[in-house]
């Protein structure tokens, strides 16, 4: 039974006020199976090695996307014009960190038994991060796109490393300290 199936079903014994049958319709055709939440984090230098290796695509829709330190690098010198929260409010912070930022996701959920390694890693954006979610490629009627080129895009790597080179106050923000660490261990 299809999962529209079984929610119509349900329907009809609710409304025939039989709820036993409800039930035994989902527990039968569309049971509820809660999936564990994982809190499994990629290092800076992790995501950086994968940003690097998928050229700063996202695997999901082939846009380029962005070094995560770029943008809070943006935020502290442009800070009425680009402006970021700390807990990511979407009144108080810019959408570039959700649109254009990288971040790594695991392509097979680690809820459905993916594994958290770099062979299960890619680049995406946190928009298409967040709606992934816990679902499957098929499941939501997406498909992997290659990777690109980091000759070709770089994320802004390079800028980061030229500007942080030259602005060296830039590293006492800790977010870009900790990336800037990073960046130079990837060498690109």
Known sequence: MKS????????????????????STLRENYPFNPKPHSKAHCTPLESTLVFIHDGFIDRYSGEKLVFPPVLPLISSVLPKEFPFHPNWKSDVTHPAYWEVGATIDHLQPLALGGKHDKSNWLTTSMAHNFSKQTWTLEQLGWRLHDPGDIKQWDGLLGWFLEYTAAHPEALKIRTVKTWHSAAKQAKI
């Not at 529209?4 to 039930?23: G, H």
Request: charged share 20%; aromatic share 0%.
């Open 4 to 23: 529209i199936d079984a929610i119509a079903q349900v329907c009809r014994s609710l409304s025939e006020n039989i709820p036993d049958v409800a039930i």
